[in-house]
């Protein structure tokens, strides 16, 4: 049984009970342990031909669930191929579809039954008759006769098929048993010696053809096979090894005459040769590369890969025994380039992929270079001195493996070889009275398809076999094949009318697969019309793979899932074939000159991209437990409030225990740190900030005599992998320096001169919170681990970091309305900057490890939550779960932000889907400031008049629902020409003047400040102080302090930079208390602040306002004193929640 899944879904063991009875069992996995699934709904589906044949409903035990097919099920499933779907019923009765097979069915006339278990070599079947033709795997041989009553009538013969041994039994009303084995040899049933003897030589012939098929096979040179070199009979060999033809000729080594030909493979058993013909390939009818020119895109050959059960290993190129794989044939690559699979990486259910487990390197003499790779991936960068690869795939993946230049996936297509230039264009069709010519089509072409001398007539490209063309589609509608209607559906297509031909065959070139909501990828409706384009009855609403044409029917407009659209094939004929894109036929000499250029110059062409959330420009911070964050809230770590403040997409990449030895090695393996996603997954590159320092020194890495250096060393090869990967590195300091040991006292110098070396990023969170942290409160604190409140040291110290980065290129950011937040209309829902949209809207949850959903009420008392046996920690991360398939419940309000990588002036079209085909939908219109009503089209939204709703580069979407509703994965359809100013922002620079005030802060009470209401100096209870700090004064309404402020005068303008230290200070939550219950700080809450500095300078005034978390922030503000100035007063306010001041700092340059 062969099975694909998604990652983290269930691994599948296959079982076949020797009764009549057969089961498929399923064991499930999470994060690499057994995942108890007690309690769910699970399914499992047989379908042959795209119609349900079976439904059965699994048992469980702890994380196993079993589908038992019993003794009844024998008159529901005949002989055949199943499609398997397994689907996970959730609440609501909402399925979602965890994995995929097939399944092989078979029936005798003697009444056995049962499944046919991956060991059988071949199979095929007469279901009209129920008769059997398989492999003798499948046969019963034992009860071919002690005795002649018992033997079963029907005949045996035995053939070779690609060195494998075909049995074939058809059971038939004749009485006589007739067995065919090697020697020729046939007796007749009653003669029991001799059925005995007929039946051991069968066995024999079986057990010799499978263990040929499945012993390790090692590839050992080329043969020639017209003077047999090397001499296949002398040489020492081992079972296993095998020699491929590299010259024709006939050889007589495997006992008989064998006409063998480039390509065919002699592979020795134990006892003698077998002889496997290579598969039917053109290419040495084919120019050589040099002679070629515009091949695919695609660099994989699947004519040339080796047969199956070898890889070669990347780090030794030794040819090594794999039952899964195969390797290709030398691909050229160019060294400092990117290469990879073309499709995104999923692993499947044991570890078998649909990307690269080995990358082989070879020089240009095609000798092995080390430094290639042994785990799964999905890009490569190819180093100097390396001019081919040799990759090693599964070799189901075969027919559909994509390899490519670049570290971006883009849609399939199949390899072509490249033609010659001879046969697209003779050199005077070109001549022209031009200085410069473009002798080349720059539209997507025809050239990936095969071309020989004579496929080219009357100066044109022929038309592609596919006669589906994508761009023609329109998505989220069905045309219904009985009336012609056209039917909102988001999750279908249909395409324009395709000629065809009455009394022909047309069909999906590929075998259909159901998908998990009935949606397949064949055809789901076909309407017919007759050649003036009108509606003829009698069309199909089923799904289907081939439909006959009837008379009086030219066209046909098909209806299929619209997730295939990239790669869906219709095709005259109903045999599937390969896979082609759609081309129409190309008049060659026409585009040439269509192209001519009389002057030197350049057009972009207009871009067509769709955007995912795999696909978006991320921050990807990487790193130990401090940043996995496993003692905060869910949605109340670091990483989310970091996210909740900016447009980048932020995603977690950290685990406890790593340094960044551990680090490298998790990159390199893709390691699916969090629900079964590995870092290569993510296709968008972006920003990793790079923040491990604590391990490293806990595990040695860091110690007395070695100081930083290996830290260092360790600190490169990480940052190199994730340039590898796309992504600028962002070096990090951790909030303490391990009190200055072992190096740390240099902690900040040595990163800053790494930083600089490598050009990248430094972000210093050290040098603040040496002196923000101060004395701690134990209870928000896990040992070095911060809580809720203490995480504040991180996000406030990095979030300058991030809003210095440019733009994203590509973002898309989802956000639910927040509980306490009461609308009376939409616009009550306006938002102007990143705070006040916090303040109205939470952002659906970041990857982290989290505090248990039962153990939440320990938030403020961490130390007692950690004492707690088990069930302390949660993983979440609802990002993840998009982008893997999943639906989120909404509330009745949900907020979608959509960054391009462009503006309205460059966009031809941008099409959102907005993730619910039912939910109202609101683009907010920045210059009238409201949220205009638009049609929510089955889930799209075209935005039509760019300039209203695209604020510089980002479309906000409002989404609306009473009662709430699920959403799905949303992406964006862009066409235009990209780029933008992507205008970084300069962080704040520390000025190093005097300070002006001579009284900072409250430690000897309110002296030396002007005071409004009522401040009251205390010492904070929880005695978290700032260092040098021993009290504060709570800032509310109406009670807040000021100071006036004089300075000499200058004939130029200059900058002012005061500083203020304070925190939002909710009240300790008891831990015995229920939670939410009456707790300060839960799942819902806005927790931070604002600080307000309001200026006076006569009768003149401004106000500012900068954030503050739950710890002791730095709040900087930053502003220009016109020359002249000698004075200003100053307020430190209440904004929009009360506050605790701790100190304020003012200086000018």
């Given at each position: 049984?062969?099975?694909?899944?998604?990652?983290?879904?269930?691994?599948?063991?296959?079982?076949?009970?020797?009764?009549?009875?057969?089961q498929?069992?399923?064991?499930?996995f999470?994060?690499?342990?057994?995942?108890?699934?007690?309690?769910?709904?699970?399914k499992?589906?047989?379908?042959?031909s795209?119609?349900?044949?079976?439904?059965?409903?699994?048992?469980?035990?702890?994380?196993?669930?079993?589908?038992?097919?019993?003794?009844?099920?024998?008159?529901?499933?005949?002989?055949?191929?199943?499609?398997?779907?397994?689907?996970?019923?959730?609440?609501?009765?909402?399925?979602?579809?965890?994995?995929?097979?097939?399944?092989?069915?078979?029936v005798?006339?003697?009444?056995?039954?049962?499944?046919?278990?991956?060991?059988?070599i071949?199979?095929?079947?007469?279901?009209?008759?129920?008769?059997?033709?398989?492999?003798?795997?499948?046969?019963?041989?034992?009860?071919?006769?002690?005795?002649?009553?018992?033997?079963?009538?029907?005949?045996?013969?035995?053939?070779?098929?690609?060195?494998?041994v075909?049995?074939?039994?058809?059971?038939?009303?004749?009485?006589t048993?007739?067995?065919?084995?090697?020697?020729?040899?046939e007796?007749?049933?009653?003669d029991?010696?001799?059925?005995?003897?007929?039946?051991?030589?069968?066995?024999?012939?079986y057990?010799?053809?499978?263990?040929?098929?499945?012993q390790?096979?090692?590839?050992?040179?080329?043969?020639?096979?017209?003077?047999?070199?090397?001499?296949?009979?002398?040489?020492?060999?081992?079972?296993?090894?095998?020699?491929?033809?590299?010259?024709?000729?006939?050889?007589?080594?495997?006992?008989?005459?064998?006409?063998?030909?480039?390509?065919?493979e002699?592979?020795?058993?134990g006892?003698?040769?077998?002889?496997?013909p290579?598969?039917?390939?053109?290419?040495?009818?084919?120019?050589?590369?040099?002679?070629?020119?515009?091949?695919?895109?695609?660099l994989?050959?699947?004519?040339?890969?080796?047969?199956?059960?070898?890889?070669?290993?990347?780090g030794?190129?030794?040819?090594?025994?794999?039952?899964?794989?195969?390797?290709?044939?030398?691909i050229?690559?160019?060294?400092g380039?990117?290469?990879?699979?073309?499709v995104?990486?999923?692993?499947?259910?044991?570890?078998?992929?649909?990307?690269?487990?080995?990358?082989?390197?070879?020089?240009?003499?095609?000798?092995?270079?080390?430094?290639?790779?042994?785990?799964?991936t999905?890009?490569?960068?190819?180093?100097?001195?390396?001019?081919?690869?040799?990759?090693?795939?599964?070799?189901?993946?075969?027919?559909?493996?994509?390899?490519?230049?670049?570290?971006?996936?883009?849609?399939?297509?199949?390899?072509?070889?490249?033609?010659?230039?001879?046969?697209?264009v003779?050199?005077?069709?070109?001549?022209?009275?031009?200085?410069?010519?473009?002798?080349?089509?720059?539209e997507?072409?025809?050239?990936?398809?095969?071309?020989?001398?004579?496929d080219?007539?009357?100066?044109?490209?022929?038309?592609s076999?596919?006669l589906?063309?994508?761009?023609?589609?329109t998505i989220?509608?069905?045309?219904?094949?009985?009336t012609?209607?056209?039917?909102?559906?988001?999750?279908?297509?249909?395409?324009?009318?395709?000629?065809?031909?009455?009394?022909?065959?047309?069909?999906?070139?590929?075998?259909?697969?159901?998908?998990?909501?009935?949606?397949?990828?064949?055809?789901?409706?076909?309407?017919?019309?007759n050649?003036?384009?009108?509606?003829?009855?009698?069309?199909?609403?089923?799904?289907?793979?081939?439909?006959?044409?009837?008379?009086?029917?030219?066209?046909?407009?098909?209806?299929?899932?619209?997730?295939?659209?990239?790669?869906?094939?219709?095709?005259?004929?109903n045999?599937?074939?390969d896979?082609?894109p759609?081309?129409?036929?190309?008049?060659?000499?026409?585009?040439?000159?269509?192209?001519?250029?009389?002057?030197p110059?350049?057009?972009?062409?207009?871009?067509?991209?769709?955007?995912?959330?795999?696909?978006?420009e991320?921050v990807?911070?990487?790193?130990?437990?401090?940043?996995?964050?496993?003692?905060?809230?869910?949605?109340?770590?670091?990483?989310?409030?970091?996210?909740?403040?900016?447009?980048?997409?932020?995603?977690?990449?950290?685990?406890?225990?790593?340094?960044?030895?551990?680090?490298?090695?998790?990159?390199?393996?893709?390691?699916?740190?969090?629900?079964?996603?590995?870092?290569?997954?993510?296709?968008?590159?972006?920003?990793?900030?790079?923040?491990s320092?604590?391990?490293?020194?806990?595990?040695?890495?860091?110690?007395?005599?070695?100081?930083l250096?290996?830290?260092?060393?360790?600190?490169k090869?990480?940052?190199?992998?994730?340039?590898?990967?796309?992504?600028?590195?962002?070096?990090?300091?951790?909030?303490?320096?391990?009190?200055?040991?072992?190096?740390?006292?240099?902690?900040?110098?040595?990163?800053?001169?790494?930083?600089?070396?490598?050009?990248?990023?430094?972000?210093?969170?050290?040098?603040?919170?040496?002196?923000?942290?101060?004395?701690?409160?134990?209870?928000?604190w896990?040992?070095?681990?911060?809580?809720?409140?203490?995480?504040?040291?991180?996000?406030?110290?990095?979030?300058?970091?991030?809003?210095?980065?440019?733009?994203p290129?590509?973002?898309?950011?989802?956000?639910?309305?927040?509980?306490?937040?009461?609308?009376?209309?939409?616009?009550?829902?306006?938002?102007?900057?990143?705070?006040?949209r916090?303040?109205?809207?939470?952002?659906?949850?970041?990857?982290?490890?989290?505090?248990?959903?039962?153990?939440?009420?320990?938030?403020?008392?961490?130390?007692?939550?950690?004492?707690?046996?088990?069930?302390?920690i949660?993983?979440?991360?609802?990002?993840?779960?998009?982008?893997l398939g999943?639906?989120?419940?909404?509330?009745?309000?949900?907020?979608?932000?959509?960054?391009?990588?462009?503006?309205?002036?460059?966009?031809?079209?941008?099409?959102?889907?907005?993730?619910?085909?039912?939910?109202?939908?609101?683009?907010?219109?920045?210059?009238?400031?409201?949220?205009?009503?638009?049609?929510?089209?089955?889930?799209f939204?075209?935005?039509?008049?760019?300039?209203?709703?695209?604020?510089?580069?980002?479309?906000?979407?409002?989404?609306?629902?009473?009662?709430?509703?699920?959403?799905?994965?949303?992406?964006?359809?862009?066409?235009?020409?990209?780029?933008k100013?992507?205008?970084?922002?300069?962080?704040?620079?520390?000025?190093?003047?005097s300070?002006?005030?001579?009284?900072?802060?409250?430690?000897?009470?309110?002296?030396?400040w002007?005071?409004?209401?009522?401040?009251?100096?205390?010492?904070?209870?929880?005695?978290?102080?700032?260092?040098?700090i021993?009290?504060?004064?709570?800032?509310s309404?109406?009670?807040?302090?000021?100071?006036?402020?004089?300075?000499?005068?200058?004939?130029?303008?200059?900058?002012?930079?005061?500083?203020?230290?304070?925190?939002?200070n909710?009240?300790?939550?008891?831990?015995?208390?229920?939670?939410?219950?009456?707790?300060?700080?839960?799942l819902?809450?806005?927790?931070?602040a604002?600080?307000?500095?309001?200026?006076?300078?006569?009768?003149?005034?401004?106000?500012?306002?900068?954030?503050?978390?739950?710890?002791?922030?730095?709040?900087?503000?930053?502003?220009d004193?016109?020359?002249?100035?000698?004075?200003?007063?100053?307020s430190?306010?209440?904004?929009?929640?009360?506050?605790?001041?701790?100190?304020?700092?003012?200086?000018?340059?």
């Open positions: 049984m062969a099975l694909t899944s998604t990652p983290k879904l269930p691994e599948a063991n296959f079982e076949r009970i020797k009764s009549d009875d057969c498929v069992a399923y064991n499930f999470r994060d690499g342990q057994a995942d108890n699934i007690a309690g769910n709904v699970y499992l589906r047989f379908r042959a795209g119609v349900q044949a079976l439904e059965k409903t699994g048992v469980i035990t702890n994380s196993r669930v079993v589908f038992a097919l019993t003794g009844p099920d024998k008159s529901t499933l005949s002989a055949g191929e199943y499609q398997l779907t397994l689907v996970q019923i959730l609440a609501g009765g909402v399925e979602r579809t965890l994995c995929r097979g097939t399944l092989s069915w078979y005798s006339k003697g009444g056995t039954f049962g499944m046919i278990d991956p060991q059988d071949t199979l095929n079947f007469v279901t009209a008759s129920q008769e059997l033709i398989a492999t003798l795997g499948i046969v019963d041989l034992g009860t071919l006769g002690s005795t002649a009553a018992a033997a079963q009538a029907g005949t045996y013969a035995q053939q070779a098929l690609d060195a494998k075909l049995v074939e039994q058809k059971i038939t009303e004749a009485n048993l007739a067995v065919q084995v090697s020697q020729d040899k007796v007749v049933a009653g029991k010696v001799a059925t005995q003897q007929a039946k051991s030589e069968t066995l024999a012939i057990q010799q053809a499978l263990a040929v098929s499945t390790a096979r090692v590839f050992k040179d080329e043969y020639n096979a017209g003077t047999n070199t090397p001499n296949l009979s002398t040489i020492t060999k081992a079972a296993g090894d095998f020699y491929k033809v590299s010259v024709p000729g006939t050889t007589t080594i495997t006992g008989g005459s064998i006409a063998a030909k480039v390509g065919d002699f592979t020795w058993n006892t003698k040769w077998v002889h496997t290579a598969s039917d390939d053109s290419s040495g009818k084919i120019a050589s590369l040099e002679e070629r020119f515009l091949a695919s895109k695609n994989f050959n699947q004519a040339t890969l080796s047969a199956s059960g070898n890889f070669i290993h990347g030794t190129g030794v040819v090594t025994a794999g039952a899964s794989y195969a390797y290709s044939d030398y050229p690559v160019t060294p380039n990117y290469y990879g699979k073309g995104i990486f999923h692993p499947g259910a044991t570890g078998v992929g649909d990307g690269m487990r080995h990358v082989a390197f070879y020089n240009a003499s095609k000798v092995f270079v080390s430094g290639g790779y042994d785990a799964w999905k890009t490569v960068m190819v180093p100097e001195g390396v001019a081919f690869v040799r990759i090693s795939i599964t070799v189901g993946n075969a027919d559909t493996f994509q390899f490519e230049a670049g570290n971006a996936a883009s849609s399939y297509v199949p390899y072509s070889q490249k033609t010659l230039g001879s046969t697209l003779p050199a005077e069709a070109v001549k022209q009275d031009t200085t410069h010519r473009l002798v080349t089509d720059a997507k072409t025809a050239w990936s398809a095969k071309l020989g001398d004579g080219l007539i009357h100066e044109t490209v022929p038309a076999k596919n589906f063309d994508q761009s023609a589609a989220g509608f069905f045309i219904h094949g009985g012609g209607t056209v039917t909102s559906n988001a999750q279908y297509a249909y395409s324009d009318y395709l000629p065809v031909a009455p009394g022909s065959y047309y069909g999906k070139g590929a075998i259909v697969q159901a998908g998990s909501s009935g949606l397949g990828d064949g055809m789901r409706h076909i309407a017919f019309y050649a003036s384009k009108v509606f003829v009855a009698g069309g199909y609403d089923a799904w289907t793979k081939a439909v006959t044409i009837p008379a009086g029917v030219a066209f046909v407009r098909i209806s299929i899932s619209a997730l295939n659209l990239d790669s869906f094939q219709f095709e005259a004929g045999a599937a074939t896979y082609v759609f081309y129409p036929e190309r008049n060659i000499l026409t585009k040439i000159k269509t192209f001519e250029l009389s002057q110059q350049a057009t972009l062409p207009d871009a067509g991209r769709r955007i995912g959330l795999m696909d978006v991320r990807l911070v990487i790193g130990d437990s401090y940043s996995e964050s496993y003692s905060t809230l869910v949605g109340k770590s670091y990483l989310a409030v970091l996210s909740m403040y900016s447009d980048w997409n932020v995603e977690n990449y950290a685990k406890s225990g790593d340094d960044y030895d551990f680090i490298l090695t998790r990159i390199k393996n893709n390691d699916p740190t969090y629900k079964g996603v590995g870092i290569k997954s993510f296709t968008g590159g972006g920003y990793a900030f790079l923040i320092f604590t391990n490293d020194n806990n595990k040695g890495v860091i110690n007395s005599t070695d100081q250096n290996n830290y260092v060393v360790n600190l090869k990480v940052m190199a992998a994730v340039k590898a990967l796309g992504y600028r590195p962002v070096i990090c300091t951790e909030y303490h320096n391990i009190n200055g040991a072992n190096g740390g006292a240099l902690v900040q110098a040595v990163l800053s001169q790494v930083a600089a070396q490598e050009g990248a990023i430094f972000a210093d969170v050290y040098e603040k919170t040496r002196y923000l942290r101060g004395s701690d409160y134990a209870p928000f896990e040992g070095s681990h911060p809580g809720p409140r203490t995480c504040t040291l991180f996000w406030a110290n990095l979030l300058p970091y991030l809003k210095s980065l440019p733009r290129k590509w973002g898309i950011k989802i956000y639910r309305k927040r509980d306490a937040v009461a609308v009376a209309t939409v616009a009550d829902l306006r938002y102007t900057d990143p705070v006040e916090a303040r109205k809207f939470k952002e659906i949850l970041v990857t982290q490890r989290a505090i248990a959903t039962d153990k939440q009420n320990y938030y403020d008392a961490l130390p007692t939550w950690y004492a707690l046996p088990t069930g302390r949660q993983t979440v991360g609802e990002y993840l779960d998009l982008m999943s639906t989120l419940a909404m509330p009745d309000y949900a907020l979608l932000e959509f960054v391009i990588n462009a503006t309205a002036a460059t966009t031809k079209k941008l099409r959102l889907f907005v993730g619910s085909t039912t939910a109202t939908v609101y683009l907010f219109n920045r210059i009238l400031n409201q949220w205009d009503a638009v049609a929510n089209q089955a889930g939204v075209t935005l039509t008049n760019l300039q209203d709703y695209l604020e510089y580069d980002k479309v906000s979407v409002l989404l609306h629902q009473v009662g709430g509703f699920n959403l799905a994965a949303p992406y964006l359809e862009f066409t235009g020409v990209e780029g100013d992507y205008y970084a922002r300069p962080l704040p620079q520390e000025l190093r003047t300070e002006l005030l001579t009284t900072r802060n409250f430690n000897a009470g309110t002296t030396g002007t005071v409004t209401g009522a401040l009251a100096p205390f010492v904070p209870t929880d005695g978290a102080r700032p260092t040098g021993t009290q504060v004064v709570p800032v309404a109406g009670n807040y302090p000021s100071q006036t402020v004089t300075f000499s005068a200058a004939a130029y303008k200059r900058k002012a930079q005061l500083k203020v230290i304070a925190r939002r909710p009240p300790i939550f008891d831990y015995n208390q229920p939670f939410p219950g009456s707790a300060p700080i839960t819902d809450t806005y927790d931070n604002n600080v307000r500095l309001h200026i006076v300078k006569g009768t003149n005034n401004a106000t500012f306002r900068e954030l503050i978390g739950l710890h002791w922030t730095e709040a900087v503000f930053e502003f004193l016109a020359a002249g100035d000698t004075t200003f007063t100053f430190i306010m209440r904004d929009d929640a009360d506050y605790e001041l701790a100190d304020v700092s003012l200086k000018i340059e």
